[in-house]
């Protein structure tokens, strides 16, 4: 937009171009200047060369910024993102973390909305086998009403932890700065309280915040979050070497698009940050090893799917199994447990006890999916879904078999991105027929064999 030179009253049509913007126009994000003097789309008989719509006062426009957005987030751009690493060594090394072979250990998080009580007999069991199956490290977040309890079990089977910090997707960074004085003070107390638990051996924040920006923000609001972000992030972390300079920070970053310049940005933006935490879900793009390497910064994967792992051969460097079981909170439904929400063993845990324990039980039980009907599905229309199951490298109809499988199916409404976030029981046996919801696209089938 703009407004010629010759007529002017610039800084007043720019001022009320403002104001229109934002209470007539709420759609639009970004605003771009015609700054050109060299216009000549001239109308006829005007005896005009070209028009001038250069902005007479620039300053006014581009420093002082008339066109902001209220509250201005200037102050988040004057720090310079480009640093040395504050000093410090770290009890942990690339080579170390090679040797982790870890597992998310979410169960009972949140306990005022979760589904699954986490009793000390029961967490003490999960312990033990998790340890007996080969793992050696769990990854938690916290601080957490069981973090007691999950240290001594963790002494007691040798277990070692990377103790997380969830930051909330929601989180204004922007301008609520009282939640982020509240949250920090959160995380730094609890690095003073623990710093001393050998058992911990990094400390991590995860959810991939510095992405999931993309989800609320459009650019350029979207860069004053992102840099807000990563201040916030740097100072925490400054502040946490300070407390305890020799145990590493790590950061988790989701494997997805844009993944390499994100990885560079950070690792510009904040020196500080020792390992990165690659995520790796059901969405993310097929990367070879060789894309983590050139990448030239020491990582593992904080989150990958036992599956993928196994399939993309993986596991010669660090990792954390997608979680121990399937998690069942309000507003949140998992599906990438090595059990299932009720505890019951998963053909992925198996198949982890054969990569590590070369245990030949692996293959006690079949994979199974779905076989869907081949037609669109439309609201309260009936369709039939039937189990198929892996046989001899076959997948065969599962009525047609004799192995003993009990099938379960389930309803799982979704999130607009694709998340779980209730379930409800349908049916058992090996077919399926059931009316479709009201919303198909906002709803998954799960079969539990």
Known sequence: MGTLKSEGNQMEWYTNAKKSVRTRFPEIKGIVLFNSSFDANIPVNTGLRYLDWRISFPKKIFIDNILKKEPEPITYLKYSYRSEKIPGGTIVKQTDLDQVKGINYSKGLNWTENYNTLRN???????????????????????????DNIFAAAERNDLNIIYGFFIPEKLDFLNDQKSLKNLENTILKNVLEQKNNKRIIAWNFGNTNLQKLENYYEKPELIYYQYAYINWLKMLIRKIKQEDPGRPVTLDVEVKARFTQTVMFIKDAIPEIDFYGFVLTDRSPKTLKDDYNNLHVPYFFSK????????????????FIADWQDQ?????????????????????????????KKDSSSGLLPRVKILR?????????????????????????????????????????????????????????????????????????????
């Open 328 to 356: 069942e909170r309000k507003d949140l439904v998992t599906f990438d447990g090595l059990k299932d929400n009720w505890g019951k063993n998963k053909v992925t845990l198996y198949r982890m006890r054969g990569e590590f």
């Open 304 to 319: 990958v799917n036992a599956v993928k792992l196994l399939n993309d051969s993986l596991s010669d460097k660090g990792f």
């Open 373 to 449: 009907p081949a037609a669109t599905i439309y609201a309260g229309k009936k369709y039939g879904y039937h189990a198929l199951v892996e046989s001899n490298n076959e997948w065969k109809l599962a009525d047609s078999l004799n192995n003993g499988l009990k099938y379960d199916w389930y309803l799982v409404k979704t999130d607009p991105f694709g998340n779980g976030i209730s379930m409800s029981s349908l049916a058992t046996g090996s077919s399926l027929y059931f009316k479709a919801p009201s919303d198909p696209s906002g709803y998954q089938l799960y079969l539990n064999a």
């Open 121 to 147: 007999k029961e967490l003490s069991a999960d312990f033990k086998e998790i340890k007996s199956l080969g793992f050696n490290t769990i990854k938690r977040y916290g601080p957490d009403v069981y973090d």
